[in-house]
């Protein structure tokens, strides 16, 4: 059975779509990457190495979701492949990780995209033979070969939309949470603020919470303090919605003030039966790495061309690909997850050469 994705107008299969909530509920590893290091986590015997690099490798949701997907594509195809880069969300440090890692000269690069700083990078890997893809988050102005991600004004359409019908008729002041200077976290929210023009939520505040759930607690407090009256506030990245529930839990506000948020700690679906948590938003994390990495391979390794061009003039890939977004509710929640662990193929555990 297929099911149609809102924002996108695609369809897709309901079991690799719920793939990022079955390894978000089931898969409980942290292994990962040191800063700036690589580890060799997929693969089969062929030396044909490709790397992803993130300023996120860390980050829960991507060891549950993008990482295990990277690890069923390396052995799926038998080739070898080594995650690097900060664990921070310092770009610099990602920049600088990418610059060394194409100076090795891989078969391809997964990019976990940030701004458009690092546009001369990826045009250095390309320069050097190197094919680059970005995923979850793209970079303006780069020559990368592709994008495999989200539609990130989706994401903050989705949210003022569901924001608005959680308040129904109530009207006051509301906020985001966001990594601010991240392109991604900057289209979600500047299309949270277009949704909601001309109606009587007004946007306040968009605070830059740095993908720390911590800061995203003390910032949601602050808020509080200074709009008393606030109904409701959205969560854009991955840490928002924990410390948007901390802050209000603290302040004695959660339930009171309405959230929705992009997924992030597994507790926001628990919050959802209780109604303390109105919507949370699923990217399909699982795809990123899992097609983008696929797409690198087969970039490798196809003979079909665009109308007769060098891959290197025109490449045998779509520009940009978007995964979608599963809404997830009170009315859905449960269902969703026993769907999701019934129909997952994902590896539950890492591969021992991390341990």
């Known amino acids: 059975?297929?099911?149609?994705?809102?924002?996108?107008?695609?369809?897709?299969?309901?079991?690799?779509?719920?793939?990022?909530?079955?390894?978000?509920g089931c898969n409980s590893s942290t292994n990962t990457a040191a800063p700036n290091s690589s580890t060799k986590v997929g693969g089969g015997s062929s030396n044909e190495l490709y790397y992803w690099i993130s300023a996120y490798t860390t980050l829960p949701i991507i060891q549950r979701a993008d990482i295990p997907a990277l690890y069923l594509a390396a052995g799926e195809l038998g080739v070898q492949v080594k995650i690097a880069g900060p664990t921070d969300g310092n770009v610099t440090s990602e920049i600088s990780t990418t610059e060394q890692v194409c100076a090795l000269h891989p078969a391809g690069v997964l990019l976990h995209g940030f701004n458009g700083s690092q546009a001369p990078s990826i045009a250095g890997c390309i320069s050097a033979g190197v094919p680059v893809i970005t995923v979850d988050g793209d970079v303006p102005g780069s020559n990368r070969l592709s994008y495999i991600g989200t539609a990130w004004s989706d994401v903050g359409t989705a949210l003022a939309l569901d924001l608005k019908a959680a308040l129904g008729s109530t009207c006051g002041p509301?906020?985001?949470?966001?990594?601010?200077?991240?392109?991604?976290?900057?289209?979600?929210?500047?299309a949270f603020a277009a949704a909601l023009k001309g109606s009587c939520l007004n946007v306040v505040a968009n605070e830059n919470d740095k993908g720390v759930a911590a800061t995203a607690a003390s910032l949601t407090s602050q808020i509080l303090a200074a709009h008393p009256d606030l109904v409701g506030i959205a969560g854009v990245d991955a840490s928002s919605g924990q410390g948007i529930v901390q802050g209000l839990r603290e302040g004695g506000q959660l339930g009171?003030?309405?959230?929705?948020?992009?997924?992030?700690?597994d507790e926001l679906f628990s919050l959802l039966?209780?109604?303390?948590?109105?919507?949370?938003?699923?990217?399909?994390?699982?795809?990123?790495?899992?097609?983008?990495?696929?797409?690198?391979?087969?970039y490798n390794h196809t003979a079909v061309t665009v109308s007769g061009f060098p891959?290197?003039?025109?490449?045998?890939v779509p520009p940009r690909v978007i995964t979608g977004l599963l809404t997830v509710t009170k009315d859905n929640v449960d269902s969703m997850l026993a769907s999701a662990s019934a129909s997952s193929t994902l590896p539950s555990t890492l591969p021992s050469s991390t341990k």
């Open 1 to 24: 059975m297929a099911t149609q994705l809102r924002g996108t107008g695609r369809w897709i299969v309901v079991a690799l779509a719920i793939m990022s909530i079955v390894v978000a």
């Open 174 to 190: 509301v906020a985001t949470l966001s990594v601010v200077g991240k392109t991604n976290n900057d289209e979600a929210t500047a």
């Open 256 to 265: 009171k003030v309405k959230v929705v948020t992009i997924q992030g700690a």
């Open 273 to 298: 039966k209780t109604g303390e948590v109105s919507t949370v938003l699923v990217q399909q994390r699982a795809m990123f790495t899992y097609w983008g990495l696929q797409m690198l391979y087969w």
């Open 311 to 316: 891959r290197t003039v025109v490449a045998p």
